[in-house]
């Protein structure tokens, strides 16, 4: 069936650098993607959206890149904290009405590591 | 965003028995979910919850299991039946943003079945 996945469950990078988390969905009907920060024993935390129409946005420290052609999603952040280590899941759903009324389908997430 | 908070944070039940699970949130929402975290993996959607109306279960889930309740627009229920060590998982509640906004989720129910 339809569903969104991620390349690699483990990420880990040094301190300060960048990260690159990729995304894969299968639904080209979806039109709406947003990517939660999972910090231990609290539920997703929002980071960053991205509607069809757009290929990028950019945030505080973030970036995400919407590749329609190839159904990749992915989410970079800058210079790496240790405030960052965290599960990071991609989420997706289609005929986004900009009123929040469809559920989401997540990924499988990347837990992020950040080394000293 | 909407401050969700959910009740109880975490539980220990006996199989056999059931749970409520309440969210409560401080501002009014059209609509409401209810995902499931097992351990080590993703969300899934168990169902939509709008006020005044029946839940829509995702495919997998059904009412008898996990009835739910939508009696105002700040408030939700979610009960875990006749439970079995597999339901054991996170149980997370979401709002639906005005407008544009996204779905933001509260902490979560802590689930353990024995």
């Given amino acids: ?116 | 965003s909407a401050v969700i908070s959910q009740k109880p944070s975490r539980d220990i039940c006996q199989r056999g028995t059931s749970l409520t699970i309440q969210c409560q949130v401080d501002s009014q929402v059209t609509m409401m979910f209810w995902y499931r975290q097992q351990p080590g993996q993703s969300l899934t959607l168990i169902a939509t919850a709008n006020q005044g109306s029946e839940a829509t279960y995702e495919s997998g889930f059904v009412i008898d299991k996990f009835p739910i309740s939508r009696p105002n627009l700040t408030f939700s229920t979610l009960t875990v039946s006749n439970m079995s060590p597999e339901d054991s998982s996170i149980y997370l509640c979401s709002v639906a943003g005005r407008g544009n906004q996204p779905q933001h989720f509260g902490d979560g129910t802590r689930l353990s079945i024995l």
Avoid at chain 1, 22 to 51: H, L, M, T, V
Avoid at chain 1, 60 to 66: G, I, K, N, S
């Fill in chain 1, 1 to 116: 069936g339809e569903s969104v996945g991620l390349h690699l469950p483990t990420l880990s990078v040094q301190e300060g650098d960048n990260s690159i988390i990729n995304c894969a969905y299968s639904n080209s009907a979806s039109d709406y993607f947003i990517w939660y920060k999972q910090e231990s024993g609290k539920g997703p935390q929002f980071i960053i959206d991205i509607r069809s129409n757009m290929d990028k946005r950019q945030g505080q420290r973030v970036t995400v890149l919407l590749n329609k052609t190839v159904k990749h999603l992915s989410l970079q952040i800058a210079a790496t904290q240790p405030g960052d280590s965290a599960v990071y899941f991609c989420a997706e759903n289609e005929q986004y009405s900009g009123g929040g009324a469809d559920g989401l389908t997540f990924g499988k997430g990347t837990h992020l590591i950040i080394q000293p």
